[in-house]
T-cell receptor, first 119, second 114 residues
Framework: AQTVTQSQPEMSVQEAETVTLSCTYD???????LFWYKQPPSRQMILVIR??????QNATENRFSVNFQKAAKSFSLKISDSQLGDAAMYFC????????????????FGKGTKLSVIP | KAGVTQTPRYLIKTRGQQVTLSCSPI?????VSWYQQTPGQGLQFLFE???????NKGNFPGRFSGRQFSNSRSEMNVSTLELGDSALYLC?????????????FGSGTQLSVL
C-alpha cells in the first residue's frame, strides 16, 4: 500500500515571500500521479498542481511549482510571492497509475500542512 | 457550470441512528467518489462509483454504504452511527476515471455524532 507523509504540520510565511512545503511518499510502483490540494476554511479541496511520474520536468502553475525527486520519492511544493489568500491546509496526494488504468480514481492523502501567511 | 453540491452541509445525529448524505456531481460527470476527513486519521477513501457501479471501496466497515443513480447523483449511508463517525465527508466528481481527468471536490457535509 502507498503512503504519503507530510512532516510539517504547520508553517508560516511572510506575505510576498517564498515557502516550500515538503511531501514524501512510499510506493513500489513506477508510474503514478502526485498532487497538491489546497483546503481553505470553506473546506472545499482545490487542486493546486499535478505531476505525472513519467515526466522529468517539474510542473508549474503560476506562483506554484514543485520539486519532484522520483528516486528520493520526494514531492515538495514551492509557493512564490505568497499572498494572504494562500493561507489554508495543503495536502499532498498520490494516485496509482495502475488503478487509473483499471478505471479507479482513488487518492491517498498526507495528513496536511497548515500554512499561515503573515501580513 | 455548477460545482459539486453536497447536502446537507451540517448534520447532528445521535449514536445508533443512521444518516444519508447526498452528492450532486458537476453536470456531465459520471464518476463520484467519497472521502472521510477526521483530525486523527486525515482523509480516507470510502468508495467510488462510475455509471451506477461501485468501482472501488476503501477499508471501512459494512455500516458505510453508497449508491449512484442514473443521473450520476450519489448518496452514502452510515447505519448504526458511532461517535467515531463524526467527520467531514467529502464528495468528488470527475468526467470519468481515466488518467487525465481532474477531480473536483464539494465543500463537504460535517457530521457530528453525539
Amino acid at each position: 500500500a502507498q503512503t504519503v507523509t507530510q512532516s510539517q504540520p504547520e508553517m508560516s510565511v511572510q506575505e510576498a515571500e517564498t515557502v516550500t512545503l515538503s511531501c514524501t511518499y512510499d510506493t513500489s510502483e513506477s508510474d503514478y500521479y502526485l498532487f497538491w490540494y489546497k483546503q481553505p476554511p470553506s473546506r472545499q479541496m482545490i487542486l493546486v498542481i499535478r505531476q505525472e511520474a513519467y515526466k522529468q520536468q517539474n510542473a508549474t502553475e503560476n506562483r506554484f511549482s514543485v520539486n519532484f525527486q522520483k528516486a528520493a520519492k520526494s514531492f515538495s511544493l514551492k509557493i512564490s510571492d505568497s499572498q494572504l489568500g494562500d493561507a489554508a491546509m495543503y495536502f499532498c496526494a498520490y494516485r496509482s497509475a495502475l488503478q487509473s488504468g483499471a478505471g479507479s480514481y482513488q487518492l491517498t492523502f498526507g495528513k496536511g500542512t497548515k500554512l499561515s501567511v503573515i501580513p | 457550470k455548477a460545482g459539486v453540491t453536497q447536502t446537507p452541509r451540517y448534520l447532528i445525529k445521535t449514536r445508533g441512528q443512521q444518516v444519508t448524505l447526498s452528492c450532486s456531481p458537476i453536470s456531465g460527470h459520471r464518476s463520484v467518489s467519497w472521502y472521510q476527513q477526521t483530525p486523527g486519521q486525515g482523509l480516507q477513501f470510502l468508495f467510488e462509483y462510475f455509471s451506477e457501479t461501485q468501482r472501488n471501496k476503501g477499508n471501512f466497515p459494512g455500516r458505510f454504504s453508497g449508491r449512484q443513480f442514473s443521473n450520476s447523483r450519489s448518496e452514502m449511508n452510515v447505519s448504526t452511527l458511532e461517535l467515531g463517525d463524526s467527520a467531514l465527508y467529502l464528495c468528488a466528481s470527475s468526467a470519468g476515471p481515466t488518467s487525465n481527468e481532474k477531480l473536483f471536490f464539494g465543500s463537504g457535509t460535517q457530521l457530528s455524532v453525539l
